[in-house]
């Protein structure tokens, strides 16, 4: 079974904070999303990354940043947190970049900025 | 005050009912679809996926019909169960310059009553 894991479940930041984010997949998979999950907005994509060192914007990247340093690793970066950041986070996974490839995602992490 | 856009459509059947949610998806270029269901605290899970070559496809309990024409989904399950009491999203193949992402609805939360 594919695993997809983040490095937290409940993220308490304050504002102005420089907060990490971690993804971890184990199947060897080229391509990792980040999205971000709000009630009645559904899920938005911030980043994706289709191979190491590589990455694209996707429909809400400010505010955010992102590292792919290796290929099971995907990190997302909120350089100044703020309030509005408040949400929660799902890293996802999929084998390569061909639209039929299932997404895998992560618990998630909920994220709460202060 | 209420605020607007914060809450899910809601469908409640009773358990043994077929339930039927639908989705209107918005690129008429789109070729691949997934119903992805996601419980409480949970990351979203893939359910079943169709091609844009097909109206219809079944899995276990679950039937994904697709009408390019009018650019909606549904998903049907039958015997509908306490265990699928979740959010449910539909999702569209996203065509980004270097590769694919997901494009998601805001989701449908099915709560089954015994």
């Known amino acids: 079974d594919v695993k997809v894991t983040q490095s937290s479940r409940y993220l308490v930041k304050r504002t102005g904070e420089k907060v990490f984010l971690e993804c971890v997949q184990d199947?060897?998979?080229?391509?990792m999303f980040w999205y971000r999950q709000d009630p009645g907005l559904g899920l938005r994509l911030i980043y994706f990354?289709?191979?190491?060192?590589?990455?694209e914007k996707g429909d809400i990247p400010e505010g955010y940043s992102v590292s792919r340093e290796k290929k099971e690793r995907f990190s997302l970066i909120l350089e100044s947190a703020s309030t509005n950041q408040t949400s929660m986070y799902l890293c996802?996974?999929?084998?390569?970049?061909?639209?039929?490839?299932?997404?895998?995602f992560g618990p998630g992490t909920r994220l709460t900025v202060l | 005050g209420e605020s607007v856009g914060l809450h899910l459509p809601t469908l409640s059947v009773q358990e043994g009912d077929n339930s039927i949610i639908n989705c209107a998806y918005s690129n008429s270029a789109s070729d691949y679809f997934i119903w992805y269901k996601q419980e409480s605290g949970k990351g979203p899970q893939f359910i079943i996926d169709i091609r844009s070559n097909m109206d219809k496809r079944q899995g276990q309990r679950v039937t994904v019909l697709l009408n390019k024409t009018v650019k909606h989904l549904s998903l049907q399950i039958a015997a509908t169960q306490p265990g699928d009491s979740a959010v449910y999203f539909c999702?569209?193949?996203?065509?980004?310059?270097?590769?694919?992402?997901?494009?998601f609805g805001k989701g449908t939360s099915l709560l089954v009553t015994p």
């Open positions: 199947m060897d998979h080229e391509n």
């Open positions: 990354s289709y191979d190491v060192k590589m990455k």
């Open positions: 999702a569209e193949f996203l065509r980004l310059p270097s590769g694919y992402a997901l494009n």
């Open positions: 996802a996974s999929s084998l390569t970049v061909r639209a039929n490839n299932e997404q895998f």
